[in-house]
């Protein structure tokens, strides 16, 4: 099992650059497929980016395709999200999410999440 702290989140002005952080506990955090989830006031949570566990592959979601990059550092047990360009419709709490069986891809729910972090974006 693994514990996920995320921090970074907070409130910026469209067109700026922010850089989220997902702490992993435990020696096993490189086993694990990571992703990062968002959910907005009143939406259902939806899937942003996904980086497999050597974070050879990653994947993201169309609306942030090309704004926001996941990477990762298995020496450090963190994944990153960094977005760029933000849009007021980023305005969410991001959660890191994994576990063992997830390759990073959006079409797969990870067992372990963190407690999310508020990212607020004002036009």
């Known amino acids: 099992q693994v514990q996920l702290v995320e921090s970074g989140g907070r409130l910026v002005q469209a067109g700026a650059s922010l850089r989220l952080s997902c702490a992993g506990s435990?020696?096993?955090?490189?086993?694990?497929?990571m992703g990062w989830f968002r959910q907005a006031p009143g939406k259902e949570r939806e899937f942003v980016a996904g980086?497999?566990?050597?974070?050879?592959?990653?994947y993201y979601a169309d609306s942030v395709k090309g704004r926001f990059t996941i990477s990762r550092d298995n020496a450090k047990n963190t994944v990153y999200l960094q977005m760029n360009g933000l849009k007021p419709d980023d305005t969410a709490v991001y959660y890191c999410?994994?576990?063992?069986?997830?390759?990073?891809?959006?079409?797969?729910?990870?067992?372990?999440w963190g407690q999310g972090t508020q990212v607020t974006v004002s036009s």
């Open positions: 999410a994994g576990d063992r069986l997830y390759s990073g891809r959006q079409s797969y729910t990870p067992e372990y």
């Open positions: 435990g020696r096993t955090f490189s086993l694990y497929g």
């Open positions: 980086i497999s566990r050597n974070g050879g592959s990653t």
